[in-house]
């Protein structure tokens, strides 16, 4: 069948340039050595797809058990560890026992006893009080001193705007300057079609674009906070305020209802922020060479912006993997996609057998090393961080499979969790 249609587009092409420029003619002869070079290596493709499965859909699909290491762990446990804030695969947790956090330290352990609004710091035979966090519960206080200054600005201990309730949009007013934070947040997942999603969300007239690529994406939580170099001349991480300057609030202050009150909205979509946590050790409350990752991402942005509704996309995780293999240029042909796979699995293998998975997912040095993004396609992993730190009401999940079967039925709904009618 894939045959056919090829061939009877490869006759259509000739039907349209035969009276065409010879340029034409090559063009369409170009398309069927394509064709033709994709055929003979669908069977080491269609093999690949079955052996990244194993692999990666145990970790990203909503299935009845999750592979971690060389176990499996039934989503009841995930379930009921999240429950209590447990993360299995994270670096912070409650033990079912004693309510006790373990905080890994390089190659220490550190753990944490709630003592009323206190925690009981452990640390090789030695115990102190530290304040537990009153936003974060079961978190120590991020802004217990001492703490460390790096290029990175203290979004966790810094003084959370006061947003005007005039608006719907979260914004505010400082030295005669007003400045508006999204409103909602696409997070992810890469190649599961966002950039077409919010194409079609800022048709509303309600929802304003942002200064932004696309008019959706800034790149600020995973990568301009962090000075990250990716071609653009930062000379220190990108500041609140500054990111705040993507958004344009004057437009957002020309609509006023009946009631008085601002009902524009603004968002953004940036599908790295779902997963990307490569650059948060200069977070300064992360303590570098650590095991794990205390704070990430998601506790920043809560912290500054409660309130804020997340929308989160995803895709049969092995087509994801395979799409975003090839935006990100690693490959040409389905062959050399296959060869990586099988390379990356070795690596990621190694790394399980010595830590834990979420250090691997998160592992700035086996990054660099795979050929294939697999990490990104383990959503449960992903989607735990922002459990952390976000009640479950506040992000709206949903597959690009429905979306592309119903894409006005998915965007009423978008539109309902967002509240604008």
């Not at 994801?320 to 990100?328: A, E, K, N, Q, V």
Request: charged content about 25%; hydrophobic content about 35%; glycine content about 4%.
């Amino acid at each position: 069948m894939r045959w056919f249609k090829s061939l009877t587009t490869w006759k259509s092409c000739i039907k349209r340039n035969f009276l065409m420029k010879w340029k034409s003619v090559i063009a369409c002869m170009l398309f069927l050595l394509t064709l033709f070079v994709f055929h003979t290596s669908s069977k080491e493709y269609l093999s690949n797809y079955v052996q990244i499965s194993k692999h990666v859909e145990m970790l990203s699909r909503n299935v009845s058990t999750i592979q971690e290491q060389d176990h499996l762990v039934s989503l009841e446990k995930y379930t009921d560890e999240l429950h209590d804030i447990v993360t299995t695969s994270g670096g912070l947790y409650f033990t079912n026992t004693d309510n006790s956090i373990h905080i890994p330290n390089g190659t220490k352990v550190q753990t944490f006893k709630r003592d009323a609004s206190l925690l009981v710091k452990s640390d090789i035979g030695h115990e102190s009080v530290v304040q537990e966090s009153e936003e974060f519960p079961g978190m120590p206080d991020p802004c217990m001193k001492p703490r460390r200054k790096t290029e990175v600005e203290d979004i966790l201990c810094m003084k959370r705007p006061v947003f005007s309730v005039e608006y719907k949009n979260p914004c505010w007013r400082e030295e005669e300057q007003f400045y508006c934070l999204p409103y909602f947040h696409l997070i992810g997942f890469p190649k599961c079609g966002t950039t077409d999603l919010f194409k079609r969300l800022l048709l509303h007239p309600d929802i304003v674009p942002n200064f932004g690529r696309f008019g959706k994406e800034t790149w600020y939580w995973s990568w301009k906070r962090f000075a990250v170099n990716r071609g653009w001349d930062l000379k220190h991480g990108m500041t609140l305020k500054e990111f705040a300057m993507h958004f344009d609030a004057e437009v957002i202050r020309t609509k006023v209802n009946s009631q008085g009150r601002h009902t524009r909205i603004t968002g953004h979509g940036d599908p790295m922020d779902s997963y990307d946590r490569f650059n948060e050790e200069a977070t300064p409350q992360n303590i570098p060479g650590a095991e794990e990752l205390l704070w990430t991402t998601p506790f920043s942005i809560r912290r500054i912006n409660p309130n804020i509704k997340l929308l989160l996309m995803t895709r049969d995780p092995v087509e994801r993997l395979y799409s975003h293999y090839f935006f990100i240029n690693n490959g040409s042909s389905a062959h050399i996609f296959h060869e990586h796979v099988v390379q990356s699995l070795i690596l990621w293998k190694e790394c399980v057998q010595h830590h834990s998975i979420r250090h691997c997912i998160y592992s700035p040095e086996l990054k660099k090393t795979l050929k294939v993004p697999i990490y990104v396609s383990f959503y449960i992993v992903h989607l735990k961080e922002w459990l952390k730190a976000f009640p479950r009401e506040q992000i709206f999940i949903f597959r690009n499979e429905d979306y592309s079967v119903n894409i006005t039925e998915t965007l009423i709904q978008i539109f309902k969790f967002l509240d604008i009618g």
